[in-house]
């Protein structure tokens, strides 16, 4: 008759046993934090691709955020968002949307490099994109357009808002005269409302520069909106919108858009691509006391 082991003595008889040579993997190398450069997610019949074309660091963001608020108004906010009071993290967000006839790139990131880069990592060539949308006017918006004086996206047409073009061409600018100015004549002009492309809608949305604007995209009922650059900070600009911004030109303006925009995103349920929230730059919002809050896609978009 055999007897069971009890474990007392299987430890034992285990403990006697010379220890076993294993393979150590402490001298693995350290990778370094990484973050893709782009994600992509289906709308409708429409394949949409937000692309990390650069992120820095900047310390003080009460100089840039909160400017008509005190010091401690300002710190109370950000510790009760669980973000530091000294530094912030931007994200510099562009959007691909293929609409199935054409590839459409919504903002061109603060150089071609940095823009090329991400385009190539999710399988795009700048050759390949057919419409080029600027939602304003700014320097990381426009800075991909040229490479070395030459067009970076050579087979596009352009897009952008009337108004804001013609306030720039006004204005001195080195940096609207090299990239934007030479391609003025392969841009068309829109205004508030105006489609440029199938499932595309244009939505001023001004304040933050004399003519910037929104656009809706829409493909089978489904609806997203990009956001650009009405809202630049996920809790400094959304759950107090009325907070003075310092690259918003118009000050008043800017908070009348913001509130208007954010009510209309809270009201419709619609998700969107801010140029500057958190990567991968897609999420909701709702209304929360005289504010609004921030909710990040979980899966939301991949359904």
């Given at each position: 008759?055999?007897?069971?082991?009890?474990?007392?003595?299987?430890?034992?008889?285990?403990?006697?046993?010379?220890?076993?040579?294993?393979?150590?993997?402490?001298?693995?190398?350290?990778?370094?934090?990484?973050?893709?450069?782009?994600?992509?997610?289906?709308?409708?019949?429409?394949?949409?691709?937000?692309?990390?074309?650069?992120?820095?660091?900047?310390?003080?963001?009460?100089?840039?955020?909160?400017?008509?608020?005190?010091?401690?108004?300002?710190?109370?906010?950000?510790?009760?968002?669980?973000?530091?009071?000294?530094?912030?993290?931007?994200?510099?967000?562009?959007?691909?949307?293929?609409?199935?006839?054409?590839?459409?790139?919504?903002?061109?990131?603060?150089?071609?490099?940095?823009?090329?880069?991400?385009?190539?990592?999710?399988?795009?060539?700048?050759?390949?994109?057919?419409?080029v949308v600027l939602t304003h006017m700014h320097g990381d918006h426009i800075g991909g357009l040229m490479a070395d004086g030459a067009p970076t996206f050579p087979n596009a047409r352009?897009?952008?808002?009337?108004?804001?073009?013609?306030?720039?061409?006004?204005?001195?600018?080195?940096?609207?005269?090299?990239?934007?100015?030479?391609?003025?004549?392969?841009?068309?002009?829109?205004?508030?409302?105006?489609?440029?492309?199938?499932?595309?809608?244009?939505?001023?949305?001004?304040?933050?520069?004399?003519?910037?604007?929104?656009?809706?995209?829409?493909?089978?009922?489904?609806?997203?909106?990009?956001?650009?650059?009405?809202?630049?900070?996920?809790?400094?600009?959304?759950?107090?919108?009325?907070?003075?911004?310092?690259?918003?030109?118009?000050?008043?303006?800017?908070?009348?858009?913001?509130?208007?925009?954010?009510?209309?995103?809270?009201?419709?349920?619609?998700?969107?691509?801010?140029?500057?929230?958190?990567?991968?730059?897609?999420?909701?919002?709702?209304?929360?006391?005289?504010?609004?809050?921030?909710?990040?896609?979980?899966?939301?978009?991949?359904?």
């Open positions: 008759m055999t007897h069971p082991t009890s474990r007392r003595t299987f430890l034992t008889a285990a403990a006697a046993l010379p220890a076993l040579s294993l393979p150590s993997w402490a001298e693995a190398p350290m990778l370094g934090a990484s973050t893709p450069l782009y994600n992509r997610f289906v709308l409708g019949e429409f394949e949409v691709t937000t692309l990390l074309v650069g992120t820095a660091t900047r310390p003080d963001p009460h100089t840039i955020f909160g400017l008509n608020v005190s010091v401690e108004e300002f710190a109370k906010a950000s510790y009760d968002a669980l973000i530091p009071t000294d530094v912030a993290q931007f994200f510099f967000t562009p959007t691909v949307v293929n609409n199935g006839s054409e590839l459409i790139l919504f903002d061109t990131g603060l150089n071609a490099e940095g823009t090329n880069k991400a385009l190539e990592a999710a399988g795009y060539a700048s050759e390949m994109i057919d419409v352009y897009v952008t808002a009337a108004v804001e073009f013609d306030a720039w061409a006004k204005a001195e600018n080195a940096l609207f005269d090299s990239n934007m100015r030479p391609l003025a004549e392969k841009t068309t002009m829109i205004d508030d409302q105006a489609s440029a492309f199938s499932g595309h809608t244009a939505m001023a949305a001004f304040g933050h520069t004399p003519g910037h604007m929104v656009h809706v995209v829409e493909s089978e009922g489904k609806s997203l909106l990009i956001a650009a650059d009405f809202a630049n900070h996920y809790v400094w600009s959304l759950a107090h919108p009325d907070w003075e911004v310092k690259f918003d030109m118009d000050k008043a303006a800017a908070a009348e858009t913001r509130r208007k925009l954010l009510g209309m995103l809270a009201a419709d349920r619609m998700p969107f691509v801010g140029y500057h929230m958190p990567w991968p730059g897609t999420g909701f919002v709702e209304a929360k006391g005289d504010g609004f809050e921030y909710v990040p896609s979980s899966y939301q978009l991949m359904l």
